[in-house]
């Protein structure tokens, strides 16, 4: 059994004569209903299959213009009064254009009325042509709408599943065993020497945890908020690290930018776990914000690994934003530096 998928081309050429079709069946019914059956003629009939198959196709070309639109200006889930005013306009245009082209051409063309005698006789045509048109915009409005609502729907799951991969890939990385034992050995090794300074780190682990545990179920957090448990991360490994690692970050602001949680806090922690940390490199670590958007940059010194990055997090984290801003998360490398830019998101 041949099941060959049929091509575009093939596809339109089949709506074509389905319209087609359909425009005629439309008009037999209307001149059936209008005139008695014995007036009919093969003229009469020859002349209604031509002026209902310039009016059909002169309405199904609106289909494409009216999806034109559609694709630049109507948005029924975001802007739903402005979408529709879009549709019914650019529809209430291109069907006068077709209704008035087609029956000046049959009416006045083809048979010679004057515009008086259309005036005065013709003009319930017109009115009914109008009546089917809008029926039939209807259903274009609703298939569009559907068709909208739905991809809102399915972007707004999938949007779910990647917070949730996000959250997820957060939180195995930070309660993974090696960031524990690192922890725990750093904080062994201040009971010894700085009892102050281990009571500091156990405060600002503990409060690292708390955050982490109460911002991941957020959808959005302010800029702030995101530099605050990261302002704690960043003393945890520079207690950690000591001298051979440093971090410029940036002050609070007053800007009222948010962020997707533990975003920023996931690119700091690919810093350390992609490049080599030691007395003879130094990693260097700065964040900056500035026109709208946040950069994490840091020295480029990647380690061996046995296993290739998965690239999960940052893939989902990207399209994350481009959902949210549609703007796209920018990466940069040269030899000395590796940079995340990822933009900022305003309410």
Known sequence: MDCKKKSPREINIYKLISFGIVSNVIGLGFILIFNPIDRLTWGNLAYNAGYSTTLGYGLFLNGYVFDFFERKWINWVQVPVRSFIVAFTTSTVGCTIVIIFTNVFWYGFI???????????????IW????????LALWFYARSFLSQWRGE??????LKREALALQYEALKTQVNPHFLFNSLNVLTSLIDKDVKGAKKFTSELSRFYRDLLHLKDKELITINEE????????????????????????????????????????????TFKHNIVSSDQPLSLKLIIEKNQLTVMNSYQPRTMNEPPSGIGIQNLTERYQYLTGKDVNIYQTEKNYSVTIPLIYL
């Open 111 to 125: 048979k010679g009325l004057s515009f008086h005698y259309f005036k005065e006789h013709m003009m319930p045509i």
């Open 128 to 135: 009914m042509e109008y009546g089917v048109f809008y029926f």
């Open 153 to 158: 729907v399915e972007n707004r799951e999938k």
């Open 227 to 270: 530099l605050a448990i990261l302002r704690r991360y960043i003393f945890l490994q520079q207690i950690r690290f000591g001298k051979n690692f440093n971090a410029t970050l940036p002050e609070d602001t007053a800007d009222e930018a948010m962020v997707i949680p533990l975003s920023v806090q996931m690119l700091v922690e690919n």
